[in-house]
């Protein structure tokens, strides 16, 4: 596949696997941008094996949520950051009420455990199915709502 | 609380991305570089490949040219040297098991490094 046809099949997909991105990243957009960039350059590569068994979109997040994973489980660092947590990081004004309006929704979903806060994130954010869903986080349909049920109950009791 | 309440928060709070218009610029210039590494990576295994049938090709031809050769122009073959020969045995029967042993390290130790070798780009 060449890349001008799969930058056309991923135009419409891109927006919503970088908010999904975005949230499960707590807000930080420039680590969002980074991991979905990433996720993209593999599905491309993997492109050849695609075999149309779920939906491309399905495919993509999947990736998308595999490389996050990735990201998180690579060791930190050892540095000191001087700057503020990523759902504090605020680059201008319009940025700053944006970032404000979220930090309460990134820190509640940052304290549910990773497959909880996917599943919601997907859910609610992505308007996706729960078989799309349980395709996505490879685990069957009847755990993602069990993942939905506790992490709604567990965003109630933080956010509202 | 009710439980669509929590539902309803959700649904109007979605996290909005920052507008980026080189989002996909970046993307189709790092699979381009892809591109170019895998296209790399196939020229050389392409090479490596062409290299093996030469050295096959030219090994079977001169194997059939020494065997022409031989058959052509036979000689008797000296018999001269039966004392180096059953040195050559006698020592081996002497040491038959550090040879063996000395054999055997060798070829795991081949093997490992065979297994263990990366491939470089």
């Known amino acids: ?160 | 609380m009710k439980e669509n309440d929590i539902d309803s928060y959700l649904r109007a709070n979605r996290p909005q991305i920052k507008d980026n218009p080189t989002f996909l610029l970046e993307v189709e210039q790092k699979m381009r570089a892809v591109d170019g590494i895998k296209k790399e990576v196939d020229r050389q295994r392409k090479r490596g490949r062409l290299t093996m049938t030469v050295v096959f090709v030219a090994g079977i031809i001169l194997g059939a040219i020494a065997l022409a050769l031989a058959l052509a122009f036979p000689t008797e073959p000296k018999l001269t040297d039966v004392s180096l020969l059953s040195q050559l045995k006698d020592y081996f029967e002497a040491h038959a098991e550090a040879l063996l042993v000395s054999v055997a390290f060798g070829a795991s130790f081949i093997s490992i490094a065979l297994g263990t070798r990366k491939e470089s780009l």
């Open chain 1, 1 to 160: 596949m060449s890349p001008e046809r799969f930058i056309d099949l991923i135009r419409n997909e891109q927006e919503s696997l970088r908010r999904f991105l975005l949230a499960l990243c707590g807000g930080d957009d420039d680590l969002a941008d980074d991991i979905a960039q990433d996720a993209l350059v593999r599905a491309y590569v993997a492109s050849g094996s695609f075999l149309g068994l779920s939906k491309f979109s399905t495919w993509l997040f999947r990736i998308a949520y595999n490389c996050y994973i990735d990201h998180r489980r690579k060791p930190e660092p050892d540095l000191i950051s001087v700057e503020s947590p990523p759902a504090l990081n605020i680059h201008s004004e319009d940025e700053a009420d944006l970032t404000f309006r979220y930090q309460k929704l990134y820190l509640a979903l940052e304290s549910l455990p990773e497959k909880e806060k996917a599943a919601i994130m997907l859910h609610y954010f992505e308007d996706l199915s729960i078989k799309d869903i349980a395709a996505i986080l490879q685990i069957p349909a009847g755990t993602v709502k069990y993942h939905l049920s506790i992490g709604r109950n567990h965003l109630r009791d933080k956010l509202l």
